[in-house]
């Protein structure tokens, strides 16, 4: 993992047929690297962008310099997009690069052209394939592609082949990215096995966690202990707070698709681009930003752009990226920082994004001596003045920032970084019933943690921490750390709640399963099913999407009864693909609204034994869809609902 923690920036690209319609069908415009499926367009008809796939323009070496320029220090591109496409030679397929007017390897040509410049060249590889016939399961509008006759086992072998292709022809690759992992067909044994292949070939490769089968959601994180690979795969989101000790690398656009659309002009700013970088960084993860190519092989305008200005940043201050660890802090006002062990102690760079007026930049909570500062941009190095006004530090700063969008200002210090972030209050939930362990720490050493329950600051004299804090009424926990009798941290509060559960209802004579309403619509958030004509009406065992009878543009509701077998507080969570909202006795629980990928929200609520009212409220618009509910509580593991607790009258 060296070189990936060591890199922290890379490129994604995605690149393929899809280019070709550049994001429009019949009408829609708003398709990319999905479009064989959100478009539903038959293989047949699909395989015609064969013919028209020609990038002329396509300039491996253009491509490296672009990514190298802007500081970015690995490439991953689609070898194999879920369209089962081969943008590389492949004897397996004619359902590749040289069956196209191009007849040229353009993953053979970034491979010389990275080696000579020293990035480091990654394939991301689909395990789904809509293309090939043994891969199962089918799409389900494509009544025309019958699966008789299809074998998994069969098409395992085929991926393996490709990927014994890619890992022996191209040299020495960084990273294996897979994707497509969510089909039933794939399993954690299937992914496992996959790793172990890859890692036979090239010992060194590091493989995602997508090539398991316990990603959770769009959150990137492989949960319930299942295997994941050698990081985890946030897409299109940071983490608020990273994950200790845990390697990962949010991926994500700079537009709104992944694959190329010409009319997509939503980009995100380069300051915005910058942030999320030093962000992501500063929480302990790698930032891989796409680039969705044309059909010709070029990079859109507006992306090369965004390029060249995060390199123009990168080129001054690259230093206080590459190689460095998370911030120590657990929140600063002005900005973010990320961090180096040096041999003498520890150096912070401190990324200011609010330059403060009056030329005095406060570090707060900072306990070691420190041995000087300097701005990143400043080739001398010139020292600036620091001050100690009780826990923190006071840097003089200019009054005029290096950089509008984020100046780097070097703090060295004596020793491992002291610094006196709140203790953290944890607990299973925020509400309770009868009782509650409260857990109450920190991770500073040499350190006393004192607490109140009244939500008054804790003093030297104040209750001291040995252990869980059992509470049995609704308290305001607030904790600090003291050393020697002094403060050394600021305080941490958190209300935890006791209440009572909802009554359950009298059910007579209830029935096994759910009553569910499809609906045909297009919209963006939930509507009011309440006040639409429903398609089909009917009674399913489960929450499932199965009955509906088209792939876009449908939204569906349950209702009936959750029958609880224990008098307990609940975690209630949805995986939905695009929005749900999740009701119990009319209450709102768990909103999972709006449109996005498959995404994971929580609520939690209080319910006695027995019989309480469920409602979900579900749409998808266009892409992947997906509708899953969990239940969870003291003593019962995360776990969909099982179908027996699921009645109606």
């Known amino acids: ?146 699966a008789d006759g299809a074998d998994y086992n069969r098409y395992i072998k085929y991926m393996k082949g490709q990927l014994k292709e890619l890992l022996t022809n191209y040299g020495k690759i960084g990273v294996l990215w897979f994707d497509g992992e969510w089909e039933q067909t794939w399993t954690p044994d299937k992914g496992r096995d996959l790793y172990n292949y890859v890692r036979s070939l090239q010992p060194d490769i590091l493989v995602n966690n997508r090539v398991g089968a316990g990603r959770n959601g769009l959150e990137g994180f492989t949960e319930n202990g299942e295997f994941g690979g050698d990081f985890g795969t946030p897409e299109q989101q940071i983490p608020a707070t990273g994950l200790p000790n845990i390697d990962w690398e949010t991926c994500m656009t700079m537009n709104d698709h992944w694959g190329y659309n010409s009319l997509d002009k939503n980009f995100k700013s380069s300051k915005d681009l910058l942030q999320m970088l030093v962000d992501i960084v500063s929480k302990g993860g790698n930032y891989l930003l796409n680039i969705g190519p044309t059909s010709e092989g070029l990079f859109p305008g507006e992306s090369i752009e965004r390029l060249r200005e995060i390199g123009n940043w990168m080129h001054t201050n690259g230093e206080s990226i590459y190689g460095t660890s998370a911030s120590p802090f657990t929140k600063l006002d002005w900005g973010r920082c990320t961090k180096i062990e040096t041999k003498n102690g520890t150096r912070l760079y401190l990324h200011v994004f609010n330059w403060p007026a009056g030329g005095k930049l406060t570090v707060p909570g900072i306990f070691n001596q420190p041995s000087g500062a300097f701005l990143l941009a400043d080739a001398n190095r010139n020292p600036l003045n620091i001050v100690r006004q009780y826990e923190n530090l006071i840097i003089t700063i200019p009054s005029t920032p290096p950089d509008k969008i984020n100046s780097v200002v070097v703090l060295d210090l004596n020793g491992i970084a002291d610094v006196n972030n709140p203790p953290l209050i944890e607990s299973l939930n925020d509400i309770f019933l009868d009782k509650i362990n409260v857990s109450v720490k920190s991770e500073r050493t040499n350190a006393e943690i004192r607490y109140t329950l009244d939500g008054s600051e804790p003093g030297v004299n104040s209750q001291l921490v040995k252990g869980p804090v059992e509470l049995t009424a609704t308290s305001v926990v607030s904790a600090k750390c003291f050393r020697d009798g002094k403060q050394v941290s600021g305080t941490a509060h958190k209300l935890i709640t006791k209440v009572e559960p909802r009554v359950s209802q009298k059910i007579e004579n209830p029935k096994p399963g759910l009553k569910y309403k499809y609906f045909e619509g297009n919209w963006d958030i939930i509507p009011d099913f309440n006040s639409l004509k429903p398609v089909l009406e009917g009674e399913s065992p489960n929450i499932s999407l199965d009955v509906r009878k088209q792939n876009e543009f449908f939204g569906m509701t349950f209702d009936g009864y959750i029958k609880i077998e224990k008098t307990n507080v609940y975690t209630f969570s949805t995986d939905s693909d695009d929005g749900s909202r999740l009701y119990i006795d009319q209450q709102p629980v768990v909103d999972n609204d709006g449109l996005h990928g498959n995404q994971t929200e929580r609520g939690v609520i209080a319910l006695a034994e027995g019989y309480h009212f469920l409602r979900i409220d579900y749409f998808n618009k266009t892409g992947g869809m997906d509708l899953k509910v969990y239940i969870q509580s003291s003593g019962l593991k995360n776990q969909p609902v099982p179908d027996n607790l699921y009645f109606h009258r």
């Open 1 to 146: 993992m060296e070189w990936w923690r060591e890199a922290r920036f890379g490129l994604f690209i995605h690149w393929g047929l899809y280019a070709v319609p550049a994001g429009q069908w019949n009408g829609q415009t708003d398709h990319a690297e999905w479009i064989r499926t959100t478009a539903q367009i038959p293989v047949s008809q699909y395989e015609k962008f064969v013919d028209q796939f020609n990038p002329v323009k396509f300039n491996a070496e253009q491509w490296v310099k672009y990514a190298k320029d802007a500081g970015m220090k690995y490439i991953v591109i689609t070898s194999k997009h879920h369209d089962g496409f081969c943008m590389f030679d492949s004897k397996y397929t004619d359902f590749d690069i040289m069956s196209t007017p191009f007849k040229r390897d353009p993953l053979k040509e970034l491979a010389a052209a990275c080696k000579k410049e020293g990035i480091k060249l990654c394939f991301y590889h689909s395990i789904m394939d809509w293309h090939h016939p043994d891969y199962l399961p089918r799409r389900d509008w494509e009544k025309d592609r019958p």
